[in-house]
């Protein structure tokens, strides 16, 4: 027992030291926590697909009360708004490449008697394929406002009806989707920054050695570089789980004790990683260059932006090596869908994995890369 005390106050120390090399400067405090809100709030307001504000032009050669009216309805749908009405094709063509206009709607001169006849009326849409996914979605609004006016005018209704409902994200807002798994995303990057630079700061600094003829043994360093690292990373993903909650008001379904078990695994892995990387740099440059070198692979196999079954079978294989994937996973699921064990226990032995090579690893490299 007395063994385990001192052992246990032996990296005790070690820990206050790295706490201490962290947050000693002004600085440094900033940059820890400041970029993780600065981060949550920006993604939440800038990275969304959803189609608030679509600006369209209108060449009406109809000018009857059909394509009035059509276009009333396009008005009041509170997503376009009408950049230009034109008065000539000649002028559609500069209209989506100045970018004034997301899309131009073409109404032909016979709308209207078209309808009267109970004949086709056909709609010329010209949309900007630049961003296909705004684009698309233009699209599937307008549609649904032509179907409403067809049924409004007298069109059959079809025989079978689809009623959707959404689970998970009821309004469909592509806000939902994405800011939960940022809880797991955003903490990454300073996290691994922050292993990946603990050891590398020793060497550069010359006291790495040191700390190698001390008492403690690799494993103890170990715990006292990673335990640091795991503290920020956990308070880096609170702050973005509260602006999430209560500030864009995205409710969470799932066990909060839940989330954090998996946000402590998912943070062991990620130090995992980073502590090896620092173990394999001589400077902190060099760990900087490796850790961003690393980042953006696993921001993009992560799931974040695109499903991982979109994407080809070789790096599917390759997103079992990512720690952000089955963070995701885990965050996702316990937030959105307010999954339990049953459901997303499996994405815990990946990260268990990952931690069990590279924790070991970085220890070992400890003792026998010296500078």
Known sequence: MPALIATLAQIGALILKELLAIIKEPSSRVILFAPALMQALLFGYGATYDLNHAPYAVLDQSRSAASTELLARLDGAGVFTRAATLTSSDQIASQIDAGKALMVISIPADFQDRLAAGQRAPLQVILDGRNSSTAGVAGGYLASIVADFNARHGAQAPGVAVERRAWYNPNLESRWTLMPGLIAALSMLQTLLLAALSVAREREQGTFDQLLVTPLTPMQILIGKALPAILVGLIQSTIIFLIIRFWFQIPMNGSVWLLYFGLLSFNIAVVGVGLSISALSNSMQQAMLYTFLVIM???????????????????????????????????????????????????????????????????????????
Request: a positive charge; zero cysteines.
């Open 297 to 371: 692979p696993l921001m993009l196999l992560s799931g974040l932006l695109t499903p991982v079954r979109n994407m080809p079978e070789a790096l599917q294989l390759a997103t079992y090596v990512n720690p952000l994937r089955f963070g995701m996973n885990i965050v996702r699921g316990v937030y959105l869908e307010g999954a339990g064990w049953r459901e997303i226990g499996v994405d815990f032995i990946p990260l268990l994995l990952l931690a069990a090579v590279t924790l070991p690893l970085a220890a070992w490299l400890f003792r026998n890369r010296m500078s």
